[in-house]
């Protein structure tokens, strides 16, 4: 990627330093809010799909499971809401934000029905461009671990 800056840098000393200027903060802090709205709030439009109903067949998915997973969800969400405005992340912090990022990033493909490359490709620019950012979020942190 010649001639353009990452936004995710591991540093010498183990934190991963985030660059991202205020237009991508705002991107992560819409995408962080509704993770966590969703989690609170059972009229949310995410709220059914962070919370799907369980499948007897599938033996990860029984209540127990489905339990922890909605506190881990709404533990990372909350912990990527408090780091926002960091400019360094540690680990932990790091991997809260690429936990939510993949939540908001799933959850809006399924709920404005993105499940093909061709809806993807048919939806209107504002939504495309906000899909390419979280995925380009997700992949620049992802190769930071």
Known sequence: MVGRQR??????DGRI???????GRSVAREAFGHVVAAERDPNHEWHVI???P??????????????????????NAELAVMTLNDQFLNDAEAWA???????????????????SD?????????????VRTLQAFLFELADCF
């Open 54 to 75: 369980i499948d007897p067949s599938n033996d990860q998915d029984d209540p127990v499971a489905t339990l922890n997973r909605e506190h881990d969800t709404s533990t």
């Open 17 to 23: 330093e985030v660059r991202l200027n205020d237009v």
């Open 118 to 130: 061709e809806k993807l490709a048919a939806c209107g620019p504002e939504l495309l461009d906000y």
């Open 97 to 115: 934000w690429l936990c939510t990022l993949q939540v908001a990033l799933r959850s809006t493909a399924i709920a404005n029905g993105l499940l």
């Open 7 to 12: 936004i995710f840098v591991r540093r010498r």
């Open 50 to 52: 962070l919370n799907a």
